[in-house]
Nanobody, 119 residues
Framework: QVQLVESGGGQVQAGGSLGLSCAAS????????MGWFRRAPGKEREFVAA????????TYVDSVKGRFTISKDNTKNTVLLQMNSLKPEDTATYYC????????????WGQGTQVTVSS
């Protein structure tokens, strides 16, 4: 059974940094693409960042480019999201998700971790 567990959320002041981690319990982790999403109160879920199965290609939503960095460690079955220069509008619950290398959709999601940025 696939499990994704996020950690690292918390409360920080604007301009601060947080690092999120997602630990995946599944075999062949290295064959999966990974993504981070977020949902702010009263808003739709939003794509934040993604990384391909090799860790050689990344993509970000425009609002976090230059501030967030996604990375993947295939030896530890983890995907990280380093968030710098945080803004109040980054406040949300952050979720990680996996997508098979040849898949079109994210198939499994974590339970989420809360990030709160105060001004």
């Amino acid at each position: 059974q696939v499990q994704l567990v996020e950690s690292g959320g918390g409360q920080v002041q604007a301009g601060g940094s947080l690092g999120l981690s997602c630990a995946a319990s599944l075999s062949s982790f290295e064959t999966y693409n990974m993504g981070w999403f977020r949902r702010a109160p009263g808003k739709e879920r939003e794509f934040v960042a993604a990384i391909n199965w090799l860790g050689s290609y990344t993509t970000y939503v425009d609002s976090v480019k230059g501030r967030f960095t996604i990375s993947k460690d295939n030896t530890k079955n983890t995907v990280l999201l380093q968030m710098n220069s945080l803004k109040p509008e980054d406040t949300a619950t952050y979720y990680c998700a996996i997508k098979p290398r040849e898949g079109a959709y994210y198939s499994h999601w974590g339970q989420g971790t809360q990030v709160t940025v105060s001004s």
